[in-house]
């Protein structure tokens, strides 16, 4: 059975910087993919950023290049690593993961089958 679990969320002020975890496990897959999204109050969810597992690329929402970050370990944990924060940043974030059919749908929220329960980000301006 997967289980993703988030953390790290939290209250912080415009221009500063958080790091979100999803500590992932039962995943058996040869080849997978992890994603992040979040949800704003009242709007859709939406793609933060993807890594592959293998081989490490990464993908961005225009919304967060240069800002924030997606990495992994050797641990099945991956990181979501968010500098220079806006008030607009201020969502529930998810990590999700899917098998890689490498189809490239990373960007899409309904190709992932596991999720984890969400973090609350919350930016003050």
């Known amino acids: 059975q997967v289980q993703l679990v988030e953390s790290g969320g939290g209250l912080v002020q415009a221009g500063g910087s958080l790091r979100l975890s999803c500590a992932a496990s039962g995943l058996t897959f040869s080849s997978y993919v992890m994603g992040w999204f979040r949800q704003a109050p009242g709007k859709e969810r939406e793609f933060v950023a993807a890594i592959k597992w293998s081989g490490g690329r990464t993908y961005y929402a225009d919304s967060v290049k240069g800002r924030f970050t997606v990495s992994r370990n050797n641990f099945n944990t991956v990181f979501l690593q968010m500098n220079s924060l806006k008030p607009e940043d201020t969502a529930v974030y998810y990590c999700?993961?899917?098998?890689?059919?490498?189809?490239?749908?990373?960007?899409?929220?309904?190709?992932?089958?596991?999720w984890g329960q969400g973090t609350q980000v919350t930016v003050s301006s």
């Open positions: 999700a993961a899917a098998p890689d059919d490498y189809s490239d749908r990373y960007y899409r929220d309904v190709w992932y089958p596991y």
